[in-house]
């Protein structure tokens, strides 16, 4: 019979594991592509940032509450399209800029998930004549 008592837990060491050398290293996965809530709530964070405004500030402007504005700003939240314009008035911008910058925001994530430098231009060309 065992020394342990009944129901006592036991400690087995295991042996580490090590890869076998055939088999190929496992890929990394791709970046999922962000939702709406993520892109959106960085736009809002970074024109706040940019105005050098308070989470607080913003809110009160907007009319709803701190933390459900940085819960926003974070992507916790699925705001509302009446939270998300409000918050977006509140900073002077308009719903058309807002989809602009998440649209902005969004091609980037893209241009780096397909390995590519993303430009500092957004997709603008200027050619001199």
Sequence with gaps: MSNQAPNQARVIPLRPHEPAPHLPEPRVPAPKEPLWRDLVGDVLRRERLAQERTLKDVADAARISMPYLSEVERGRKEASSEVIAAAAHALGLDLGDLLSLAHSELTQ???????????PYNGLCLVAA
């Design 109 to 119: 994530h893209r241009a780096r998930r397909q390995g590519r430098a993303s430009s």
